[in-house]
C-alpha cells in the first residue's frame, strides 16, 4: 500500500510540475506580432476636425439649457473616470450619472405606440389616422424635436467618456423619433418643412456613423438613415413629380460611399470600448480574485480582441466593401484550447464569446449603403417620370453610378415597388420603396 501511495504522489507531482512548466512556457510567450499591431491600432489617437457635438446627444431630453451642455458633460467625464470600476460588493463604488436629478423634457412621451419607427412604413397613414393625438402632444415634442435639429450644426459625435462597460450612453433613441414630426408637418400641409427635416435628419445619420464612436451611435445612425429615407421617398410619392426637393436633399441620399466608409472607424470605436472593458474587468471585477491574477492576464486579453475589430479597415475587408460582397471574415478565431490561453483561460473564453456578434454590424452599413443607391435610383427615375418605355426599362437606363453588379435593383411584381436584397436580414430579405402611378407610367397628375 505504501508503494502505491509513493507512486500516486510522484504521478500527482509530476503533473503539477508539468502543469507549471506548461503555464510558465504560456505566459513567457510573446503577444503575437498581429494581435500587437491591432492593438496599437485601437490605442492610436484618432482626433476628429470641427465641433464635438456629443454634449447636445447626451442632454437631448433634458431641461438643461445647451449653453451649459459642454461644460456640465466635461465635469461628469471627469467624475466618472475618478470613479472606481465597481466590484459587485455591498459597498462598491458605482457611478451614479448626474442627469439622473435632472428635469426631463420626455415626460409621458417615451414608449409611445404614436411614434413612426424606422423599420415601418405607411408613417403618413399613421399619423393621419392618429391626427388629434399628434396635435395634444406636439409642443411638448416639439423641444426634443428642435433639440435634434440643432445637431446638424456639429461636425461629429464622440463620447468623453473613458471606454469601459459601465460607460454612460445617451438616450440615442429620440434621434430616431422625429419621423413623427416631419410626417406631422406634412399631413397638415408644410411639405416644405418636412422634406427639409427628413434631409437633416439624413445629414446627422451620416455624422453619427462617420464619427467613429460606439456601435451603438453608428446603428442609430443606420436606422435614423433608413427612416429619414423612407419617408422622405413615401412624402415625395404623394406630391407631384417637378415639386422642389430642398437643394441638401440630393446630397445627403447620395450613394457616394458615405456609409461604408463609416464601418472601419465605428470598428475601431467598438474596439476601443471593448478593449476598455477588458481593462476594467482587470480591476477587481472577476471572482475570485486570484483567478483574476492566474487565468485572466488584460493586456493579452485586449490584443487577442482587437483583430476582431481591426479586420474591418484591412485589405480584404476593403476588397469586399468596394464590390459591395458581405463582410464575412473567413477562417476559425484563434482556438482557445492554444497554448498561449493556458495562461488567460478567462480572457480567452471571453474573447471567443464575443467575437461573433460583429459581422451582422457590417452588414448593416453595407446594407445602409445599398438603401442609398436605391433612394438615388429612385429619385432619378421621378426626374424621368415623363421618358418613354415600361419602368423596368427606365430603371435600366440609369446611369451606371447608380448600379452594382452585386446587388441590383428590382422593380416588384405587381410594378408598385423597387427593392433592393438585404445582406443583414433580421428585418427581411430586401429594402422596398413605393412607386407612385406616375413613376410606373400612368399619366403624370
Not at 183 to 203: K, M, N, P, T, Y
Amino acid at each position: 500500500m505504501g508503494r502505491v501511495f509513493k507512486w500516486g504522489g510522484i504521478v500527482v507531482f509530476g503533473l503539477v510540475v508539468s502543469v507549471a512548466l506548461l503555464y510558465a512556457v504560456s505566459r513567457s510567450m510573446p503577444v503575437p506580432e498581429r494581435e500587437a499591431a491591432a492593438l496599437a491600432m485601437l490605442d492610436a489617437p484618432d482626433p476628429l476636425p470641427g465641433r464635438n457635438g456629443f454634449a447636445a446627444v447626451w442632454l437631448l431630453a433634458y431641461d438643461v439649457p445647451m449653453e451649459q451642455a459642454e461644460d456640465l458633460l466635461e465635469r461628469e467625464a471627469a467624475r466618472f473616470a475618478a470613479t472606481p470600476v465597481p466590484d459587485g460588493g455591498d459597498d462598491s463604488a458605482v457611478f451614479t450619472p448626474v442627469l439622473d436629478s435632472l428635469p426631463r423634457l420626455d415626460e409621458g412621451l417615451a414608449d409611445s405606440t404614436l411614434e413612426c419607427r424606422s423599420n415601418e412604413t405607411g408613417c403618413l397613414d399613421k399619423v393621419r389616422a392618429s391626427l388629434p393625438e399628434y396635435e395634444a402632444r406636439i409642443e411638448q415634442r416639439g423641444k426634443i424635436a428642435s433639440r435634434v435639429a440643432a445637431l446638424d450644426a456639429y461636425d461629429y459625435f464622440r463620447s468623453p467618456f473613458t471606454p469601459r462597460f459601465d460607460m454612460p450612453i445617451p438616450a440615442y433613441q429620440w434621434l430616431t423619433h422625429n419621423l413623427s414630426v416631419h410626417a406631422h408637418a406634412f399631413v397638415r400641409g408644410d411639405a416644405a418643412l418636412a422634406l427639409e427635416g427628413v434631409c437633416r435628419d439624413a445629414s446627422i445619420a451620416r455624422k453619427l456613423i462617420a464619427s467613429g464612436d460606439t456601435l451603438i451611435g453608428s446603428m442609430i445612425g443606420a436606422a435614423m438613415m433608413k427612416g429619414a429615407s423612407r419617408l422622405f421617398v413615401e412624402m415625395l410619392a404623394e406630391l407631384p413629380a417637378d415639386h422642389p426637393v430642398p437643394a441638401g436633399c440630393g446630397r445627403v441620399f447620395r450613394p457616394d460611399g458615405a456609409m461604408a466608409a463609416g464601418i472601419c472607424p465605428t470598428m475601431i470605436g467598438e474596439g476601443r470600448f471593448a478593449t476598455g472593458s477588458f481593462r476594467s474587468l482587470g480591476q477587481g471585477q472577476i471572482e475570485p480574485r486570484w483567478s483574476a491574477g492566474l487565468l485572466f492576464d488584460v493586456e493579452r486579453t485586449a490584443a487577442r480582441v482587437a483583430p476582431d475589430f481591426t479586420w474591418f479597415c484591412g485589405e480584404e475587408a476593403r476588397g469586399l466593401i468596394g464590390t459591395d460582397r458581405p463582410l464575412h471574415r473567413p477562417g476559425p478565431p484563434p482556438s482557445r484550447w492554444s497554448l498561449r490561453c493556458a495562461s488567460n483561460a478567462i480572457g480567452c473564453i471571453l474573447t471567443d464569446i464575443q467575437a461573433p456578434a460583429y459581422t451582422d454590424y457590417g452588414l448593416r452599413l453595407q446594407d445602409a449603403e445599398a438603401r442609398q443607391q436605391l433612394v438615388a435610383s429612385w429619385l432619378w427615375l421621378r426626374d424621368h417620370a415623363a421618358d418613354k418605355g415600361s419602368l423596368a426599362e427606365r430603371l435600366a437606363s440609369r446611369p451606371e453610378a447608380l448600379k452594382r453588379a452585386s446587388r441590383d435593383i428590382r422593380v416588384g411584381k405587381d410594378g408598385r415597388t423597387l427593392a433592393i436584397a438585404m445582406y443583414e436580414r433580421s428585418n427581411g430579405d430586401a429594402w422596398q420603396l413605393p412607386v407612385p402611378g406616375w413613376m410606373a407610367g400612368e399619366p403624370l397628375p
